[in-house]
């Protein structure tokens, strides 16, 4: 891969990093707030349905932050790119749309497929 697409991939990287930190610590910040803003039990349970479901999001940008991270580690190992199934390169198009990629597409097509086979569910 280009130097010039290596250094594309890392600045995105890191920036879609940083906004997901910036995320998860302001909604810690916003959960972290002391006292009972509802007394009322309808208005309290409609806050910790919303609370669990911001919660079910931040797990999965938590997913993608270790996802994410990992990606830039194979950037700094000279991995970055090269599908982990099969050796190939993966095509820049597939990165752009998906940066944290580990596969190149006709591997995840297999990945998949066997996955429907066996009744399980893709990652």
Request: hydrophobic residues 35%; contains cysteine; glycine residues 4%.
């Amino acid at each position: 891969m280009r130097e010039e697409s290596i250094t594309y991939f890392k600045k995105l990287l890191q920036q879609q990093l940083e906004e997901l930190l910036a995320e998860a610590g302001m909604t810690v910040k916003d959960m972290s707030v002391k006292g009972d803003p509802f007394p009322d039990p309808v208005d309290r349970a409609s806050l910790e349905s919303d609370r669990n479901f911001l919660l079910r999001i931040r797990d999965r940008e938590r997913k993608l932050i270790n996802k994410i991270k990992a990606a830039l580690e194979r950037i700094e190992n000279c991995s970055f790119g090269i599908c982990e199934r099969c050796g190939a390169d993966i095509s820049e198009q597939r990165l752009r749309a998906r940066p944290v990629t580990t596969f190149c597409i006709d591997c995840k097509q297999e990945q998949e497929n066997e996955e429907k086979l066996s009744g399980g569910h893709s990652a």
